[in-house]
């Protein structure tokens, strides 16, 4: 019932796209997943949406500037491996494109080196929630531990960003602030 008044009033030129999460499968996941693609979010879940350039233009803000050039293709996939639904593939799109993989955890980054994914945008470990001074974080729930606990990761050839988030099952977040993060693509 809060999405309308949230993430139904978020609009953008390109489409809204969303995957689910751990929490919404315990849930009631085809409720959510109709609420939210009755407000115009386009559902990427195991399945993978091309953008042609032809169809971009320039998006200004106030400081900011995104397009893409006629030539390029924007590709926009979503998983919510291991808890629902298959992995989209990319292997039939074309290699120039630019691969966008929304992974609700960052344990899928091997997937997304061998599949060619330029940027993978996670969330799921919430920042490890509790980090200390000079130690870092102490806990995620990954099978990589507290490696991508949030930030930046080169993984050759993909960018991995892992958001903290906004909120977890247990609200206990020390030294770990939530995140709302805006990212900005640029072509080079």
């Known amino acids: 019932e ?28 085809a409720e959510i ?7 115009g979010w386009i559902d990427v879940s195991g399945k993978t949406v091309r953008i042609e350039g032809t169809q971009v233009c320039s998006e200004s803000t106030t400081d900011q500037k995104f397009s ?3 030539s390029t293709a924007l590709l ?7 808890w629902m639904g298959e992995h989209p593939s990319f292997d039939t799109e074309d290699e120039s494109a630019f691969r966008l993989f929304l992974s609700h955890s960052p344990d899928n980054i091997p997937w997304a080196k ?9 969330g799921h470990n919430h920042g490890g929630q509790v980090v200390l001074p000079v130690i ?8 990589f531990g507290v490696k991508y606990a949030s930030g930046l990761f ?3 050839p993909t960018l991995l960003f892992v958001s ?20 900005i693509l640029r072509p080079e």
């Open 2 to 29: 809060w999405l309308p008044a949230t993430l139904g009033k978020l609009k953008a030129r390109l489409g809204c796209y969303f995957i689910l999460g751990n929490h919404d499968w315990f849930l009631k996941p």
């Open 33 to 39: 997943r109709k609420a939210m693609t009755d407000l």
């Open 68 to 70: 893409l050039q006629k």
């Open 76 to 82: 926009i996939g979503g998983s919510e491996r291991p």
């Open 114 to 122: 061998r599949n060619g994914v330029d940027l993978m945008l996670s």
């Open 136 to 143: 870092g974080p102490v806990y995620s729930p990954s099978k």
């Open 154 to 156: 080169w993984e050759d």
């Open 164 to 183: 903290r988030g906004l909120s977890s099952r247990h609200p206990l977040r020390l030294g770990c602030h939530p995140e709302l993060t805006k990212l």
